[in-house]
Nanobody
Framework: QVQLVESGGGLVQPGGSLRLSCAAS????????IHWYRQAPGNQREWVAT???????VYADSAKGRFTISRDNAKNTVYLQMNSLKPEDTAVYYC?????WGKGTLVTVSS
């Protein structure tokens, strides 16, 4: 059974940074692309970033230049480093592999 567990969310002031983690189990982690999504209150879930099995990264326009996705295949973990956070980044952040989703971690950007 595939399990994805996100962590690292919290309350941060505008301009601050957070690093999210997503630990995977029950799947051959290294052979898949992994994605981060987010869902703000009242909004649909939106894609944030992807890292392929080869390490190629792609970002939504809203994340470019501020967020960095990375992976550690030895630890079955994907990360999302978020810098220069804005109030509009407030959302629950989810990682995704194929049809599998974690429960998310809440990021709140507020002064």
């Amino acid at each position: 059974q595939v399990q994805l567990v996100e962590s690292g969310g919290g309350l941060v002031q505008p301009g601050g940074s957070l690093r999210l983690s997503c630990a995977a189990s029950g799947i051959i982690f290294s052979i898949y692309s992994i994605h981060w999504y987010r869902q703000a209150p009242g909004n649909q879930r939106e894609w944030v970033a992807t890292i392929t099995k080869g390490g190629t990264t792609v970002y939504a326009d809203s994340a470019k230049g501020r967020f960095t996705i990375s992976r550690d295949n030895a630890k079955n973990t994907v990360y999302l480093q978020m810098n220069s956070l804005k109030p509009e980044d407030t959302a629950v952040y989810y990682c995704n592999i194929l049809t599998n989703w974690g429960k998310g971690t809440l990021v709140t950007v507020s002064s």
